[in-house]
Structures are given as structure tokens and as C-alpha cells.
């Protein structure tokens, strides 16, 4: 309890989450805080902050607070609720991005290694989602080009060196294919 009680003294107290983030106070007075191992680091179910003690000790004070502040902002900004229908993964990564971004924005210091892409201050949630998913699918749509590709080439190269009759997928001519070896 006495740790609960700091850290939410700390996210009430500090100048960065007062001042800068002060929207979110009602909501931070509202949520539990758990310890656990079952989360890596951090992470919110709507109603609670779940948090790694172990994970929270490599932390110097403003990383915490960022950290905090970070999964109240999930919170405050319905991001839960808004990812019905969604790749929950390209999701994630949007609203990390901006929620850091603007975090960073008002002097919070974000961990190395956390997501940072200092272009999604200029976007909402929903926006920087809808540009990761156009760029994966571009992603995707490449890779399969380049697969259709790679499987033409090795077919006119197949049908090249006359070795037509071995068809089979791995090869070898395992009679499978109407190629009966004696």
C-alpha cells in the first residue's frame, strides 16, 4: 500500500505530470497499481496499471514517471476501447508512438530502446495506424512479388536444363509424380 501510495504521489506531484499532463490527474486518482511478473515492463487493462517491480527498479525516477505517465495516457485516451477491429500489434506500436511522442514533447524522458518516432506528434492514433498498415501491406506485397519472382525464375530455369520430369517439391523423383524409379 505504501508503495502504491508513492507512486501515485509521484505522478499527482511531479511538475511534469501536474503541469504538463494535468488532464489526466482524475484518471490517475482512479486507477490501481499492481505488482507483477507476469508483464515484461508495464501495461493497463482500462481499470489498473500493471507493472514489473523488477523492471521498474532499472528505472531512474523520470523514466518511472514516464512509464506511468505513458499507461495512464492509454487510459485516459480510450486506446483499449479503440483497437476493436485492429491489428493489434500495428495498434500498439501507433499509440506507443504518439503517447511517447507527445510525452517527450512536454520534457518526460523515454527509455532507450522504447518506441520513438518523432513524426507521430503530428498525427492521432487512428492516422499513424492507418500508415503503418498501408506500409505493411506495401511490405507484404513486395515480399510476395519477389517470391512470384524468384519461383518464375527457378521454373524457365527448371524448364531450361530439360529437368522437367522432377517435379516433385522436394526434388527427387520419388514416384510420386507418375516418375517411378526401379
Same mark, same amino acid.
Given at each position: ?151 518464375? *525464375? ?19 523423383? *520419388? ?8
Amino acid at each position: 500500500e505504501k508503495e502504491l501510495n508513492n507512486y501515485k504521489s509521484i505522478l499527482k506531484n511531479n511538475k511534469y505530470t501536474i503541469h504538463e499532463l494535468l488532464t489526466l490527474a482524475s484518471v490517475i486518482e482512479n486507477l490501481g497499481l499492481v505488482k507483477t511478473k507476469i508483464v515484461k515492463t508495464a501495461s493497463t487493462d482500462g481499470k489498473r496499471i500493471y507493472y514489473n517491480e523488477e523492471f521498474m527498479e532499472t528505472l531512474d525516477e523520470k523514466e518511472q514517471i514516464f512509464m506511468f505517465a505513458h499507461e495512464v495516457a492509454h487510459v485516459a485516451l480510450d486506446h483499449l476501447k479503440r483497437a476493436k477491429g485492429k491489428d493489434l500489434e500495428l495498434w500498439n506500436i501507433a499509440t506507443d508512438a504518439v503517447i511517447n511522442a507527445f510525452l517527450k514533447k512536454d520534457g518526460l524522458k523515454l527509455k532507450i530502446g522504447f518506441i520513438d518516432i518523432p513524426e507521430a506528434i503530428n498525427y492521432d492514433a487512428e492516422k499513424l495506424y492507418e500508415l503503418l498498415l498501408e506500409a505493411k501491406k506495401k511490405k507484404e506485397n513486395k515480399s510476395q512479388d519477389s517470391q512470384s519472382e524468384e519461383q518464375d *525464375d527457378s521454373k524457365e530455369q527448371d524448364g531450361e536444363s530439360g529437368n522437367e520430369e522432377n517435379s516433385s517439391s522436394t526434388g527427387k523423383d *520419388d514416384g510420386e509424380n507418375g516418375n517411378e524409379s526401379s
